[in-house]
């Protein structure tokens, strides 16, 4: 890795299949041991049941109140300054139960590849 600022580049924002968008922060093979990507869930919208095969990842609540489900834990409410940890392929979803936009960083250790993603 090299001395750098990334900025953030709101165009760049993608919705995913999973059913939410998500802002790649930053995610390059120069930083293989870490990616960070802003994820935006719209008003009343659950995520689709996935998992990140060999992946860790954390989510960092920064705006919104949502209901996660991470393997065997019971649902349970998150807002801001909340931090889900998420083991290496461990089934997750996330729910939006606000009144606005839940909005959170998705940090991924090792990077988040594509390949790595899968359903249920």
């Given amino acids: 890795m090299k001395e750098s600022i990334r900025r953030a580049d709101r165009a760049t924002e993608m919705h995913i299949d999973e059913g939410c968008f998500i802002l790649e922060l930053s995610n390059t093979p120069e930083d293989p041991a870490v990616s960070i990507a802003r994820a935006r869930v719209p008003r009343g919208v659950t995520t689709r049941w996935h998992r990140v095969k060999e992946t860790a990842e954390r989510y960092v609540i920064l705006e919104g109140k949502g209901r996660v489900e991470v393997g065997?834990?019971?649902?349970?409410?998150?807002?801001?300054?909340?931090?889900?940890?998420?083991?290496?392929?461990?089934r997750?979803?996330?729910?939006?139960i606000g009144e606005s936009d839940l909005i959170f960083l998705a940090i991924c250790t090792p990077r988040f590849v594509h390949e790595a993603y899968q359903d249920g």
């Fill in 72 to 90: 065997d834990l019971p649902p349970q409410e998150v807002g801001p300054g909340d931090v889900v940890l998420i083991p290496p392929s461990c």
């Fill in 92 to 96: 997750q979803r996330i729910a939006n």
